[in-house]
């Protein structure tokens, strides 16, 4: 732990000469000493503009998949927040505690990345108790959505489609959905019931909620956070998920990811048509999206699980070595 207030709001943010862990492993140790131990005590105000500058940074870096960089900052970034909320003067509490909630938001979607699922719940319930703090809808909202993801990648898929479908139930009761945001919240919870619909092998559960999803995310529009090329991504997700490959790479034809908003839901893109295409037995055709999937974001290829599985899966299928760069691929990405 950081001593001193100054030292860990300061410590949150990117300085000259920063430099970042060899991996993203080292998040992982930073982060239990953050979750499994006490925080260190206020002894002082904090810098509030700070704080949710070096939150804005932090979720640039996920977004873009810098999780090297990432990993540099966010054990401590998680530390400044945690104070921050203990500091804060009752006027306060709520906004801080939102801030608190959102940085555990990043926080277990950074282990979700990084398949550390025990840690991951621990970072989803302190996520939930200042979600309660903060008292917006909207934040409690992204917390159940969440940790539905939690929940079900943990084998408890019906607990995890309850908690989202809760969510956007009670988000369109309290709310009545009059704004973009909420609209766009909504639609998000939807389009999260949509997918762990299929991994239960439910499709017909899994394409009406899209549908509504998609609903939604013509209510909500462009530049809202979840728009039609939103809804489109997920269907290649359901419909791979759904073993349905062939259907999934149409639906991965139909959509250009330069469309999408950003490298993380790019990266997203090439790693459901990658493994759709190898599921239809493709296999140049996966390789070349997994390529397509290095050029986007190098880190998510050399990193995540998914595609050092499929590295593996496409070395044992290439017996005759017709995969040209296939080797020095796997080389560099981590896979003998």
């Known amino acids: 732990m950081l001593g ?6 300061s410590a949150a943010l990117p300085v000259p000469g920063d430099r970042p862990a060899e991996t993203p492993g080292g998040v ?33 870096d996920f977004h873009a998949c810098r999780y090297v960089r990432l990993s540099s900052r966010l054990s401590q970034l998680l530390s ?6 203990a500091a804060a003067g009752i006027d306060d509490q709520s906004a801080v505690a939102g801030t608190l909630a959102e940085t555990y938001h990043l926080t277990t979607q950074v282990l979700i990345k990084l398949h550390e699922d025990g840690l991951a719940w621990s970072a989803m319930d302190r996520a939930k108790r200042a979600a309660h703090e903060a008292d917006d ?4 909202a992204e917390t159940a959505r969440i940790s539905g993801v939690v929940l079900r990648r943990s084998e408890h898929r019906e607990r995890a489609q309850q908690t989202v479908v809760s969510a956007a139930q009670a988000l369109d009761t309290a709310t009545g959905l009059v ?34 999803a998609d609903d939604a995310s013509r209510r909500a529009g462009m ?63 996966a390789y070349e999206a997994l390529l397509a999937a290095e050029r986007t974001a190098p880190q998510e290829v050399r990193y995540r699980p998914w595609a050092q599985y499929l590295i593996g899966a496409l070395l044992s299928a290439d017996h005759r070595q017709s995969l040209p760069g296939l080797r020095s691929f796997a080389a560099r990405s981590g896979v003998t």
Not at 181 to 209: H, N
């Open 4 to 9: 001193g207030l100054a030292g860990i709001v």
């Open 28 to 60: 992982v140790v930073s982060l239990e000493d953050v979750l499994l131990k006490s925080p260190p005590a206020p002894n002082g105000p904090v810098d509030q503009v700070r704080l949710r500058a070096a939150l804005t940074t932090a979720w640039s």
């Open 80 to 85: 400044a927040a945690t104070t921050a909320r």
């Open 137 to 140: 809808p909207l934040i409690s």
């Open 179 to 212: 704004s973009i945001e909420q609209v766009a919240a909504y639609g998000r919870l939807l389009a999260t019931a949509a997918y762990t619909a299929a991994l239960m092998d439910r499709p017909d559960t899994a394409w009406e909620l899209l549908g509504e």
């Open 223 to 285: 530049g809202s956070g979840f728009a039609g090329v939103d809804v489109a991504l997920y269907k290649i997700s359901v419909a791979r998920t759904l073993g349905d490959f062939g259907a999934a790479v149409q639906y991965a034809r139909v959509l250009r990811p330069e469309q999408l908003g950003n490298v993380e839901r790019r990266a997203r893109y090439w790693e459901d048509t990658a493994l759709a295409l190898f599921g239809c037995g493709a296999h140049g055709d």
